[in-house]
């Protein structure tokens, strides 16, 4: 399935207008290729993610678009879905670099189908903006032209094992989608550091991620009596875990790893059934843990979707300012390498909702990678609640990152 973004009739006026004001010069088409899930279980991720690069698209084309000298880009987005595929993604950015022309990339939502484009893209002439795929080789494989917006699993992981340690909880049972890579090194990284403050793993359950029926891995951990639950998947198979546990009488703190917006969830589990349970994640989009910005962002997203973002979108729509601001920079839109590189030199720009934790002034470090802050949400009468900041040093995670091979 592939998408092809216009803009709206009121937003075109805006853009006549604009044209208008420039007479003479030339107004040309800046192709931007999305590749991402929007059909099956990851496209509670993939679909907000392309209609945030919309969006943004949208708003940068309604400002008079990308001036370049006397070029003015107007953006166009071109959507493929790649359904969380490694082939599938693969094939849609081929189609995107071969036969669409597109030479900026961006979306990839999910740590496999973006692993596969990774594989390739830096023998492609082309510039490739990862969002919320987490899994950490990613950035360390020296890729030039790859950025990635979201920190990796294990960054949010260690900082999580800290904070259930700091709850004086000692025994936890994990359940979650263990065969996926970046959900076990999220575990990892939070056992390690969970062992430091005393506790211990009593047991890892795998669930697939289509799978909808946990109780058998359930009443396993019910009669392991744990003190806590740490639950790591997508949001729909997560959901069904927290409302079977509770079916089940599992009476335990639960602790959870989804980034699911409260719609999202809500279309499996009961808001009784959620409240109190957990989520440590990257400090992402909540209204109570958000800026001006992100507020707006929220109100313009929800306006014109009829739906609210959810958490882990804004990572995709920062991505279009950052590669605007990178073109900017580089003063062409034509050379995908000098435009790969004035990214590596930016700072954060004013209009990213997510809030980014600089490196040395820049948005990305020299890994092409960027940090938020980790926080604690909790869901409190029905929506989520971010409760702190949690323990982690991004200088610190870099120069870790910097370290690993591969």
């Known amino acids: 399935m592939k998408r092809r973004f216009t803009i709206g009739a009121g937003l ?14 030339a107004e040309k088409e800046l192709l931007v290729g999305v590749s991402d899930a929007l059909t099956g279980p990851a496209a509670v991720y993939g679909v907000p993610q392309a209609r945030a690069v919309e969006l943004a698209a949208e708003e940068v084309n309604a400002a008079g678009g990308i001036r370049l000298g006397e070029d003015t880009y107007k953006i166009t987005v071109l959507s493929y879905d790649d359904k969380a595929n490694p082939t599938e993604a693969s094939n849609s950015v081929r189609k995107l670099l071969d036969r669409d022309g597109a030479r900026f990339l961006l979306g990839f939502c999910c740590s496999g189908a973006t692993g596969a484009v990774a ?25 030039d032209n790859l950025v990635r917006t979201r920190p990796p699993a294990d960054y949010t992981g260690a900082a999580a ?127 109570q843990s958000t800026g001006e910005t992100g507020r707006a962002y929220h109100e313009n997203f929800t306006a014109r979707f009829g739906v609210q973002p959810s958490p882990s979108s804004p990572y995709a729509y920062d991505q279009l300012y950052a590669l605007r601001d990178a073109i900017l920079k580089a003063g062409t839109a034509e050379d995908a390498a000098a435009v790969a590189r004035a990214l590596r030199e930016l700072p954060v720009p004013k209009e990213a909702v997510m809030q980014y934790i600089p490196i040395d002034g820049r948005m990305f470090d020299e890994n092409g990678q960027a940090y938020t802050t980790n926080g604690a949400f909790q869901w409190q009468d029905g929506q989520w609640v971010f409760v702190q900041e949690l323990p982690s040093v991004a200088e610190d995670y870099s120069r870790f990152l910097s370290s690993v091979d591969g």
């Open 12 to 25: 075109a006026a805006a853009v006549l207008a604009a044209s208008t004001s420039l007479a003479g010069a």
């Open 161 to 287: 094992g800290t904070f259930v340690a700091s709850k004086g909880h000692k025994r936890v049972a994990v359940i979650g989608a263990l065969e996926t890579s970046f959900y076990a090194m999220y575990v990892d990284a939070f056992e390690r550091e969970f062992v430091k403050g005393g506790g211990e793993i009593v047991t890892r359950e795998a669930f697939g991620l289509k799978d909808r029926d946990m109780t058998p891995q359930l009443t396993k951990i019910r009669a392991l009596e744990p003190d806590a639950l740490l639950v790591v998947g997508y949001v729909e198979p997560a959901a069904f875990v927290y409302r079977q546990s509770v079916e089940l009488g599992l009476e335990v703190p639960r602790y959870g790893f989804t980034s699911g917006s409260e719609e999202q969830f809500l279309r499996v589990v009961s808001a009784e059934q959620m409240e109190g349970v957990w989520d440590l994640r990257p400090t992402e989009l909540t209204l």
């Open 119 to 143: 594989s390739f893209i830096q023998n492609e002439d082309a510039v490739m903006l990862v969002g919320n795929a987490a899994e950490r080789s990613i950035t360390t494989r020296g890729i």
